[in-house]
């Protein structure tokens, strides 16, 4: 693959997943204008230095009728006038669109800098009109019509297919359910962050661990939340200037180092009779993140530190574990039996808390990964950090893995 000039990231910004915002009498345009001032507050920059804005939402006409979302920076914040800006829909991977379009628009050398956000309001309606509005991410009409809840339905789908092939065991689910709720209790911005758990909790037990559909249970389900996140990325050039100006290294910067996306049908049943007799359930996923890997000059998942994961049920974190590489196909439960993807496993995943533990505002939830991905390398991370980090990757998945994006960060003072 050929070679793109490197993305940098000045800095970024995540609001607190625990808060609902209806609740606080707030609206979308509040949660934008919040996540546009810290992060341009944290990359030290203003309006005057930004050249472009890409936002990532997946649902805002369905929860709050608001579109042309790509208007709303400027909206609340009159100094971003005149800046040309976007929104990008691709169900849960909107984010991560959002920021490779912008990193395609610098590589490209339209702009020099860019501020990416990502925002989604989700828990301004009730829960059955909640999972209603984020079905139809979906086929509609072709799939799950039979679905009380649409995502636990189809990725119960995803169970029984690894379950046909290779055999699945509950409790491997659980523990992955377990870790990253654990995780999120190390970070000061999880949703889940306050919540009390006992040892029934990650059982088959149908009081404490109910089943939403199939086999999937309560503790398995990534949340419905509130929130927003944001990143400012910039060419080499622009970050050695800002860095003069403010006295900082460029070393101290993190570096986009590779990127992968790949898209298939809506339809799940058509992903899984294409990769019939393919040692993998979802190989276009493994595509996207190799290509991520080629980009970056790694050879395999072993010259990573981490991983931040879509784990928008525990079952597609178990997914990911063996298409990152990190075991034979069908043998994710070894990397889990042995610790490996524990915070302080070889291989942490979702030391964030993942979107179980942290939470899920769909559209921002590919930058979110990006600005925990980052905040590692450079040594951010707080509580949640995973010592000696300098190579992480990301993993954000749109639909039933329709839409499948990648990216390696690593510090700048290796990775560039």
Not at 13 to 18: K, L, N, S
Not at 127 to 134: F, I, P, Y
Not at 379 to 399: E, S
């Amino acid at each position: 693959m050929s070679a793109a000039p490197p993305v940098y990231v000045l800095g970024g910004a995540q609001t607190d997943f625990a808060r609902n915002f209806s609740r606080e009498g707030l609206e979308i345009s509040d949660l934008v204008a919040e996540v546009v001032s810290a992060t341009l507050a944290d990359a030290q920059v203003g309006a005057a230095d930004i050249g472009t804005i890409h936002v990532g939402n997946a649902f805002g006409q369905l929860f709050t009728r608001q579109g042309q979302l790509g208007a709303m920076p400027a909206t609340m914040d009159e100094s971003l006038w005149g800046i040309p800006a976007s929104r990008h829909e691709a169900a849960c991977a909107s984010g991560s669109i959002a920021v490779l379009a912008a990193m395609a628009e610098i590589e490209a050398g339209r702009y020099e800098s860019a501020l990416v956000i990502g925002a989604e309001q989700q828990r301004n309606v009730p829960g059955d009109l909640a999972a209603q509005h984020l079905g139809a991410a979906a086929w509609i009409g072709h799939e799950g019509q039979d679905a009380k809840f649409m995502w636990p339905y189809m990725f119960d789908k995803l169970i029984d297919v690894y379950d046909d092939r290779f055999g699945v065991q509950y409790a491997h689910l659980a523990e992955i359910a377990r870790i990253n709720l654990e995780n999120g209790k190390r970070n000061p911005n999880a949703h889940t962050r306050a919540w009390k758990f006992d040892d029934r909790s990650f059982t088959e037990d149908d009081h404490a661990n109910p089943v939403i559909e199939g086999r999937v249970r309560r503790q398995d389900c990534g949340q419905v939340t509130d929130g927003g996140a944001g990143v400012v990325l910039c060419s080499r050039a622009f970050a050695e200037a800002h860095c003069r100006r403010h006295g900082r290294s460029i070393d101290d910067l993190a570096v986009i180092t590779g990127w992968g996306h790949r898209t298939a049908s809506l339809s799940f049943d058509a992903k899984v009779r294409r990769s019939a007799g393919d040692p993998l359930v979802l190989p276009h996923v493994n595509q996207a993140i190799t290509d991520a890997f080629a980009r970056a000059g790694v050879a395999d998942v072993h010259g990573l530190d981490g991983i931040e994961t879509h784990d928008c049920f525990s079952m597609t974190e178990y997914m990911a574990i063996d298409h990152f590489g990190l075991t034979a196909p069908g043998e994710s439960w070894k990397a889990i039996e042995d610790g490996t993807i524990a915070h302080d496993g070889a291989l942490p995943i979702n030391p964030s808390g993942g979107l179980i533990g942290l939470g899920h505002p769909v559209g921002a939830t590919g930058v979110r990964m990006l600005w925990d991905a980052v905040k590692q390398v450079i040594d951010r991370a707080g509580d949640y950090q995973v010592d000696g980090a300098d190579t992480f990757a990301t993993l954000n998945v749109g639909g039933s893995a329709t839409t499948v994006v990648s990216f390696v960060v690593s510090s700048a003072s290796t990775g560039a």
